[in-house]
């Protein structure tokens, strides 16, 4: 199978579950089911459920039989996402190349449709944490990764810092925190539950979350609103930011390689192509 | 020991379980934890987690060791009071007396602050699940209560039915999503950890949710914005609404009895009188 099939593998799985899954929905009123629904199903790469899925099946576990998990990622995922696009915040009237959620169906429902989102996420974890040790041990993972101490945290330093001098520091902190967390847990929760090198799996995922913020910035440069954020080309220069997502690339294929995951050497050159 | 000292001895405990979690907090940028504290240290009558401190007393258990639980709700609450300040909401400009949370922090602020809030509650949860099944029980019922078949779906009714012809099931449903189920899970919750009747203390907290439900909008008729809100007084007029109040205060107190837990009869009666 080609990288591209193997990925379309995880990928369309994760369409198919959460489809399943929306029509389970017995939410009222219509309008809260139907703006959650919106956003969750809106497509997009997916590549947290992805990246937890590849670190399952490389380890040899069932990694269909974790769904559950990887759609509250996703869900996690989308809330944040539905919240950081609202006027107060990053005031993106587009995502996925459709209307954002608050251009629908108005700012207060999407405020709403996040926080249902998040809360649902919740719900999926805490049943899954039935199971055993093994996933609570991952939801607790993942609901770090989500917290005051992950991406809603990257989150508030990327509104303060965009009008602020920020330097090194500032921008690893954003990095660390907006994406790191949320492609490190879904390879932590895998190697938890399938009994793999937890921190090596772990620095696999923040290298990538670099790589992938790294690229996304390099993508950026003049991009509308762009002079308004802190971007690795603006700390380190052109030159230098790409440099560094090739240096970050190595690193992860490397690890990749040691895990015994050719599948995810293969996405690490995937997003380090990106930036070309 | 007064009803009102007992009141107390719950509330005042709740004040410095949370202030000390607080001082532990360790996040970043300053501005999300400073807003978070700001609205969760904003006093209030901390009723839910009164509720059920007062619940596991009378159950015979150690109250004080579930303060982390007590706390969860707390967080979700004012995380919910919070989203519901917002322009796009509710637009209430003071809480509790004070500035409200988007008043003092921005409306970009206050979303994380929310979000933050909701995100640390379901932290505080999973570590709790780690004690073993009966936490993890009570994690999942405050995590329904809390979700889209909670308050947000309250929330989102609450929003849909100011314009619209509502009637009675409407009415009832805004009372059972956007009060009840978080009136309903502390004493679930209570029950579940001490080997209580979980259906007998799950009715309790249900109809004294409706209890402060219906006194609330017998208290609040003539105020500011009532006109765009569905309440009992106009779905029943003010003396059905009353009588109802009363009926359901005897039935609270009724229920109080038989679980053996006198001082939430008292409050019940407490709640009662407010509507006079």
């Not at 990694?63 to 915040?89: F, M, N, Q, R, V």
């Not at 052109?238 to 090739?246: G, M, V, Y």
Request: charged content about 25%; some cysteine; overall charge negative.
């Amino acid at each position: 199978m080609t990288f591209a099939e193997q990925y379309d593998t995880y990928r369309l799985f994760m369409e198919e579950d959460l489809k399943a899954r929306c029509q389970h929905w017995d939410v009222s009123p219509e309008i809260l089911s139907e703006s959650m629904r919106y956003s969750l199903l809106a497509g997009g790469k997916r590549i947290r459920p992805v990246l937890f899925f590849a670190a399952l099946d490389a380890l040899g576990a069932d990694w269909k039989g974790e769904a559950a998990l990887a759609a509250a990622l996703e869900c996690i995922h989308t809330y944040s996402l539905i919240h950081d696009d609202l006027p107060a915040l990053d005031n993106d009237d587009f995502r996925r190349g459709k209307p954002s959620n608050h251009k629908v169906y108005g700012e207060a429902n999407a405020i709403l449709a996040g926080d249902g989102l998040l809360s649902y996420a919740f719900e999926l974890l805490l049943k899954e944490a039935e199971k055993g040790s093994a996933h609570l041990e991952a939801a607790r993972i993942l609901a770090h990764a989500a917290g005051v101490y992950g991406i809603v945290a990257g989150q508030s330093a990327d509104l303060l810092w965009s009008d602020v001098k920020a330097g090194e520091s500032e921008l690893l902190f954003l990095y660390a925190n907006k994406t790191g967390r949320m492609f490190r847990a879904p390879l932590a929760m895998a190697a938890c539950l399938a009994k793999g090198d937890v921190p090596l799996w772990s620095r696999f995922g923040e290298r990538l979350g670099i790589l992938f913020q790294l690229t996304d910035d390099l993508l950026d440069r003049g991009a509308a609103g762009e002079e308004k954020r802190l971007t690795a080309v603006k700390v380190y220069g052109l030159a230098r930011a790409e440099e560094l997502a090739s240096s970050c690339a190595q690193e992860c294929c490397a690890l990749a390689q040691r895990l015994g995951a050719p599948f995810l050497r293969d996405l690490a050159e995937e997003i380090e192509r990106r930036k070309a």
